[in-house]
């Protein structure tokens, strides 16, 4: 018996868990039986012409016709937890294999793929949109691994990959079953530091989602391999910046288990370059104070933090927490830092990168990072807490600000809500979302290419780009002011 298509197993599998039957189907769609047969059976799939309708009416009929149980089960599969939502998981998933069916259909003239695929040569465009394999729909349960020589790659290839990754998967859910290990060269000579650490940081946002690990290896160079373990991959060798060589695409298990094994060994903790690490983490063993301590801080803030709290206003926000969980510091504890991170601010020579926007969404959002927490101010607290940012401007010479205006990287689109905090021990990262969003970097190379690209943005002379006059810099500060102040 000839084996199924791809779209043929799925919608099968869907009317199997809603025990929809095809004359069921039928009905909904106003189409015959006997082509909901043909579909399920692997005979035929949908008219190109009316997809969009039958693929809309499909995912409808499944979700409508489910039992609890079965929704139940389906909203498991899509780590959604409504309905609503249950349809366009459904749908996007159809669509998926849809088009991958309809593309071998089209390109080779077959409705399965063959276990292994070989091309002699491809546009690494072509090789990007491979890797957009449907199994990557699979949102309960995915392990992938991948060795891309991502700095060698032309930008807009290296931004294509970076998008299309977790494009499917919707925002501010943690999905805790899909693990994505990534493997990039990180030779000096390769890396512009500029950009290239902007995108690794901007990498990691969006990617927070997912449990996502980036690591550094040589042997990443001149490899462009994505594995789904057990399910699908494509091999090439990476020859110019936009074009790879002897690509194998296979959906072999055997071959695919075999490549993600070896891949994996070349993921250990000495090849990370960011650890994860949470805020308590970093309290209880004490790192936050050491990176307070060490020399060398450059800052970069893209939202606003504790760092910059009145000794009032911090004991008001710290009275807010709670403190039963295990291992949480106690309020002392959180005051004895705040003394201590005061006074360095204050006397030690810091210098500060900060992000125009960081106070305007403080005065829009009403959100402050407290040691990682959110917390809502009123606007009283934000001018108490703008005023206390002035004050530091005009009093404390050793602390040099310099204002971003605009962007970094002009053209490139990247979050500029990220903070960074470098010194010469311990390095970490404060990104902005809900999930993964705390990172040390785990690797001297790296944290000297963060130190890098501090100390370049730090020498820009673009006037329209970096502010370093300090009485402009309080300007921008008080007109932001005066508008919480107007509307008070």
């Known amino acids: 018996m000839a084996e199924k298509n791809r779209f043929s197993k799925l919608l099968k599998h869907l009317m199997s868990v809603a025990e929809v039957k095809n004359y069921t189907l039928a009905q909904e769609l106003q189409y015959d039986v006997s082509y909901i047969s043909k579909w399920t059976s692997g005979q035929m799939i949908p008219s190109e012409k009316y997809e969009k309708k039958i693929l809309k009416g499909i995912s409808e009929c499944i979700v409508n016709g489910c039992s609890q149980e079965a929704a139940d089960k389906l909203m498991q599969d899509y780590q959604v937890d409504n309905l609503q939502d249950l349809k366009l998981a459904v749908l996007d998933n159809l669509e998926a294999e849809y088009f991958y069916v309809r593309e071998l259909q089209n390109n080779a003239g077959v409705d399965v793929a063959p276990k292994t695929f070989f091309y002699p040569e491809m546009k690494l465009a072509q090789y990007i949109a491979k890797m957009r394999h449907p199994v990557l729909r699979r949102v309960n349960a995915l392990d992938v691994v991948a060795a891309l020589d991502i700095f060698f790659m032309e930008r807009e290839y290296q931004l294509q990959i970076a998008e299309e990754k977790n494009k499917h998967v919707p925002k501010g859910k943690w999905y805790q079953d899909v693990h994505y290990a990534m493997v990039v060269d990180i030779q000096e000579d390769k ?21 996502f690990q980036l690591y550094g290896s040589p042997q990443a160079a001149g490899r462009a391999v994505f594995v789904v373990q057990d399910d699908y991959a494509i091999s ?43 805020m308590r983490e970093m309290l209880v063993k004490h790192e936050y104070v050491h990176a307070l301590l060490a020399l060398k801080q450059q800052w970069f803030i893209g939202h606003l933090t504790e760092h910059f709290l009145p000794d009032d206003l911090f004991d008001e926000i710290a009275e807010m927490l709670d403190e039963g969980e295990e291992g949480t510091p106690n309020k002392e504890q959180l005051r004895n830092i705040h003394r201590m991170s005061k006074n360095i601010i204050e006397e030690s020579r810091i210098r500060i990168l900060i992000y125009r926007t960081s106070f305007y969404n403080l005065v829009v959002d009403h959100e402050l990072d407290f040691f990682n927490c959110r917390v809502r101010l009123t606007p009283e607290q934000i001018v108490r807490y703008l005023k206390h940012f002035l004050d530091l401007c005009r009093k404390h010479p050793e602390l040099e600000i310099k204002m971003i205006s605009g962007r970094l990287i002009p053209n490139i689109e990247y979050s500029t809500r990220q903070c960074i905090f470098l010194s010469d021990t311990i390095s970490y990262l404060r990104l902005n979302g809900d999930f993964n969003n705390m990172f040390i970097i785990n690797r001297m190379d790296i944290r000297e290419a963060f130190g890098k690209m501090f100390r370049e943005f730090w020498e820009t002379q673009d006037d329209n780009v970096l502010i370093s006059d300090k009485d402009t810099i309080i300007a921008n500060i008080e007109h932001v002011l005066s508008g919480v102040l107007e509307e008070g």
């Open 236 to 278: 090439g060798m990476l020859v110019s910046r936009d074009q790879c060589m002897s690509v194998v695409i296979t959906e072999d298990q055997e071959n695919c288990s075999v490549m993600y094994r070896n891949l994996k060994e070349l993921c250990n903790r000495d090849r990370l370059l960011f650890r994860k690490t949470s």
């Open 191 to 211: 890396l512009d530091c500029r950009y290239d650490m902007v995108f690794l940081v901007d990498l990691l946002e969006r990617n927070n989602c997912i449990d």
